[in-house]
Structures are given as C-alpha cells and as structure tokens.
C-alpha cells in the first residue's frame, strides 16, 4: 500500500496563490502517474490535473488551466499542484492520487486538504 499526504491548503482571497504537496510513502512510486481532484460541497469529485512519472505528460481539466502547473520531484516522491490567479468557485477539498501508471486507474488516495476561497 502506499500513503499520500496532502498540506498546503488554506484560506485565500481570490486573486492569490497557493501551492499544495502531496509526499507518498510505502510501497514504491516508481514509474507511477499522480494527479490531484477535488470535491466541492454538495458536488461530485472532479479531476483537475495530472503529471505522468517523468513529467513529460500532464493533462489539465478545462477550469484550471493556465492557471494551475502540476509538478513532481521524484527524488522526494511528492507531486505539486501550483494554483494560481484563484477563484471562488476552485474552493473545494484537494485530493491527490496514485496511478500504476499514465491512463491508470487511481488506487490510492490522501485524505484531502481543505481550499477556500474569499471573494
């Protein structure tokens, strides 16, 4: 099994930056995709981004790009989402996940961190 964690949430006004990490531990990530969804209240889990395991694939939900960059540091096993330019409607709790690899199904995810933002 593996276990991903996720920090780096919080509160923003809209306009400003965060930047989520996501460190996995245990069984080994290697060759693994990751990507990063979130659940907004009352609303389904919806993908956002997601970075193949040499960073050579990424794939953004239509909402978020251009202002969201994935990125992982394979050395550390952890996977970023830089989210920028942010807006009421990205307030939602961030979920990231692991993939056997790209085009995989997702079969482990972290616990969530909460995103809100301010108008």
């Known amino acids: 099994q593996v276990q991903l964690v996720e920090s780096g949430g919080g509160l923003v006004q809209a306009g400003g930056s965060l930047r989520l990490s996501c460190a996995a531990s245990?069984?080994?990530?290697?060759?693994?995709?990751m990507g990063w969804f979130r659940q907004a209240p009352g609303k389904e889990r919806e993908f956002v981004a997601a970075?193949?395991?040499?960073?050579?694939?990424?794939n953004y939900a239509d909402p978020v790009k251009g202002r969201f960059t994935i990125s992982r540091d394979n050395a550390k096993n952890t996977v970023y989402l830089q989210m920028n330019s942010l807006k009421p409607e990205d307030t939602a709790v961030y979920y990231c996940?692991?993939?056997?690899?790209?085009?995989?199904?997702?079969?482990?995810w972290g616990q969530g961190t909460q995103v809100t933002v301010s108008s």
């Open positions: 245990g069984r080994t990530v290697s060759r693994s995709s």
């Open positions: 970075i193949s395991w040499t960073a050579f694939s990424t």
């Open positions: 996940a692991i993939a056997p690899k790209w085009g995989g199904l997702y079969d482990s």
